[in-house]
């Protein structure tokens, strides 16, 4: 069990630019972001499978450097697709992408963000995934802050070209691409795209999408959330929640007709003519969700992280426990009728490593994925602001696995607890590192078993990397563990690229 400290007060630019990469990360992942990243979930037609890119076999995933350089243009953005093999994945083996890159629509400029969203899906349904980007960003003409979304199409060698989705409505709202989610929203059999701006509206180009970018066809979807400039939906996240083989979304944002800054979310079930507000459901507040059938019922779960703000005094939230401000996952079991019950994990809860402390962000990340093979969804949970070590290091962040049962998410026994001083652990902790500002399970070396990678994007003042750690079939392991740096990923270490902050899901 780790040893944990509470935090200072001690604050720098590189705690500052941490939180920010935090709070953009929740305001802009399509995912992942983040959202779902499991095999094998229950009833989705679509993420039953990890991504896989290049057709070989093997589990891909993608990981944004959103703020990174590119040809001197400062937060241009970049996204690197890792392409797994029999021993996971490295920064040997990859493709990092911007805007200048060849056959990708547009031109890297200052500001514009690509990559910071993504979301995989094979959309024009040749057999390889292809990942949808946003650069939420894009100035386009006179519309500062337009927004542009791009397919980057899979292929025997990988992600290469891409194509521009065009806004419907570029009037109505700007930071077109700002969340993405994909899925079987009809049950058709092909790969659907949701899109968010900065209104409330979602909209979802269906049945397909060829590479001239043509979708079979698109309507949209309005859940009952606040529209404006840092508004719409924060995150959108993808499974099927009522077993029927329809993809549900769940719509993380901000309530219309509350005080702005309380989240809710909402679920949006899939039916035979795609995605029905009127069947809408709200759930328990948070920013970031997975979605994976944790307790082995057919049905998947919502799994969401509600970390708090650690500048917030415990007065500013008087319903909230002084437990809980350290951050807390709720788990929304799936039924056939969608969403039921609710429970809550905290680091206090049963034997869940360390203890629950205001400003760690437990849960600030989540994902999903059978680590061990037995059928039940195991959950990763980030704590990027966790302080470890005496003197207390703060931020260095940490993770904790937990894993499924017949009963749910077992908080009694099995739990591992990961940081970067933990013996096999490439690197060390430091402070604003952020270790745990993403997660992300997937199987990623082709033994039907989910693997961990972890990004810590405060790493080296701001630049980010990734860690690796692979299963051994029946629990996460540092065996095979190792680290991709920006160098290694082929991210410009001008400014501070913040690698790793968002994946793809």
């Given at each position: 069990?780790?040893?944990?400290?509470?935090?200072?007060?001690?604050?720098?630019?590189?705690?500052?630019?941490?939180?920010?990469?935090?709070?953009?990360?929740?305001?802009?992942?399509?995912?992942?972001?983040?959202?779902?990243?499991?095999?094998?979930?229950?009833?989705?037609?679509?993420?039953?499978?990890?991504?896989?890119?290049?057709?070989?076999?093997?589990?891909?995933?993608?990981?944004?450097?959103?703020?990174?350089?590119?040809?001197?243009?400062?937060?241009?953005?970049?996204?690197?697709?890792?392409?797994?093999?029999?021993?996971?994945?490295?920064?040997?083996?990859?493709?990092?992408?911007?805007?200048?890159?060849?056959?990708?629509?547009?031109?890297?400029?200052?500001?514009?963000h690509f990559g910071w969203t993504s979301a995989y899906g094979d959309f024009n349904h040749d057999g390889y995934d292809d990942l949808a980007v946003?650069?939420?960003?894009?100035?386009?003409?006179?519309?500062?802050?337009?927004?542009?979304?791009?397919?980057?199409?899979?292929?025997?060698?990988?992600?290469?070209?891409?194509?521009?989705?065009?806004?419907?409505?570029?009037?109505?709202?700007?930071?077109?691409?700002?969340?993405?989610?994909?899925?079987?929203?009809?049950?058709?059999?092909?790969?659907?795209?949701?899109?968010?701006?900065?209104?409330?509206?979602?909209?979802?180009?269906?049945?397909?999408?060829?590479?001239?970018?043509?979708?079979?066809?698109?309507?949209?979807?309005?859940?009952?959330?606040?529209?404006?400039?840092?508004?719409?939906?924060?995150?959108?996240?993808?499974?099927?929640?009522?077993?029927?083989?329809?993809?549900?979304?769940?719509?993380?944002?901000?309530?219309?007709?509350?005080?702005?800054?309380?989240?809710?979310?909402?679920?949006?079930?899939?039916?035979?003519?795609?995605?029905?507000?009127?069947?809408?459901?709200?759930?328990?507040?948070?920013?970031?969700?997975?979605?994976?059938?944790?307790?082995?019922?057919?049905?998947?779960?919502?799994?969401?992280?509600?970390?708090?703000?650690?500048?917030?005094?415990?007065?500013?939230?008087?319903?909230?426990?002084?437990?809980?401000?350290?951050?807390?996952?709720?788990?929304?079991?799936?039924?056939?009728?969608?969403?039921?019950?609710?429970?809550?994990?905290?680091?206090?809860?049963?034997?869940?490593?360390?203890?629950?402390?205001?400003?760690?962000?437990?849960?600030?990340?989540?994902?999903?994925?059978?680590?061990?093979?037995?059928?039940?969804?195991?959950?990763?949970?980030?704590?990027?602001?966790?302080?470890?070590?005496?003197?207390?290091?703060?931020?260095?962040?940490?993770?904790?696995?937990?894993?499924?049962?017949?009963?749910?998410?077992?908080?009694?026994?099995?739990?591992?607890?990961?940081?970067?001083?933990?013996?096999?652990?490439?690197?060390?902790?430091?402070?604003?590192?952020?270790?745990?500002?993403?997660?992300?399970?997937?199987?990623?070396?082709?033994?039907?078993?989910?693997?961990?990678?972890?990004?810590?994007?405060?790493?080296?003042?701001?630049?980010?990397?990734?860690?690796?750690?692979?299963?051994?079939?029946?629990?996460?392991?540092?065996?095979?563990?190792?680290?991709?740096?920006?160098?290694?990923?082929?991210?410009?270490?001008?400014?501070?690229?913040?690698?790793?902050?968002?994946?793809?899901?």
């Open positions: 069990m780790a040893t944990k400290h509470r935090r200072s007060s001690t604050s720098s630019a590189v705690r500052a630019r941490l939180m920010t990469a935090t709070a953009v990360a929740a305001a802009l992942t399509g995912g992942l972001v983040v959202a779902t990243a499991a095999p094998a979930v229950a009833g989705d037609s679509v993420h039953h499978h990890e991504a896989d890119f290049n057709g070989d076999g093997y589990g891909d995933t993608a990981f944004a450097a959103g703020d990174a350089t590119v040809a001197g243009y400062k937060e241009a953005g970049s996204i690197v697709a890792l392409y797994g093999s029999s021993t996971g994945i490295s920064g040997s083996k990859r493709t990092t992408i911007t805007q200048n890159s060849p056959g990708v629509p547009g031109g890297a400029e200052k500001g514009d946003g650069a939420s960003y894009e100035k386009l003409g006179t519309d500062t802050d337009a927004g542009l979304v791009t397919v980057l199409w899979g292929s025997a060698k990988g992600l290469t070209g891409g194509t521009v989705i065009e806004d419907p409505t570029p009037s109505g709202h700007d930071r077109w691409g700002k969340s993405l989610a994909a899925g079987d929203f009809d049950g058709d059999g092909k790969d659907d795209l949701a899109v968010g701006a900065s209104g409330a509206t979602i909209y979802v180009y269906k049945g397909g999408i060829t590479t001239s970018g043509t979708a079979g066809g698109r309507y949209t979807v309005k859940p009952k959330i606040v529209s404006g400039d840092d508004t719409g939906p924060l995150n959108l996240s993808a499974g099927d929640v009522n077993g029927d083989k329809r993809t549900d979304l769940v719509v993380n944002g901000f309530e219309t007709g509350t005080e702005y800054g309380w989240n809710t979310n909402y679920y949006v079930p899939g039916t035979a003519s795609g995605l029905s507000v009127s069947g809408a459901k709200q759930l328990k507040r948070g920013v970031i969700t997975g979605i994976g059938d944790v307790n082995g019922d057919g049905y998947a779960d919502i799994v969401t992280g509600q970390d708090w703000d650690p500048e917030k005094p415990g007065s500013d939230y008087p319903s909230v426990p002084e437990s809980v401000t350290g951050g807390q996952v709720h788990i929304t079991y799936g039924s056939a009728s969608g969403p039921t019950t609710t429970t809550n994990i905290t680091q206090n809860s049963g034997n869940v490593p360390g203890g629950s402390e205001r400003g760690d962000w437990f849960g600030g990340e989540v994902s999903v994925g059978d680590i061990n093979g037995d059928g039940y969804q195991d959950l990763v949970a980030g704590a990027s602001g966790e302080n470890l070590g005496s003197p207390s290091v703060v931020d260095t962040g940490a993770v904790t696995v937990l894993y499924g049962s017949a009963s749910g998410i077992d908080t009694a026994s099995g739990a591992q607890f990961f940081a970067q001083s933990t013996p096999g652990v490439p690197g060390a902790d430091e402070a604003y590192d952020g270790f745990g500002g993403e997660v992300k399970l997937t199987d990623l070396n082709g033994d039907g078993t989910s693997d961990l990678v972890v990004a810590a994007p405060g790493e080296n003042e701001g630049n980010g990397a990734l860690t690796y750690l692979p299963s051994n079939g029946t629990k996460i392991t540092t065996t095979g563990a190792r680290a991709i740096s920006t160098t290694a990923a082929g991210v410009d270490t001008a400014g501070h690229p913040l690698f790793g902050a968002n994946a793809a899901d």
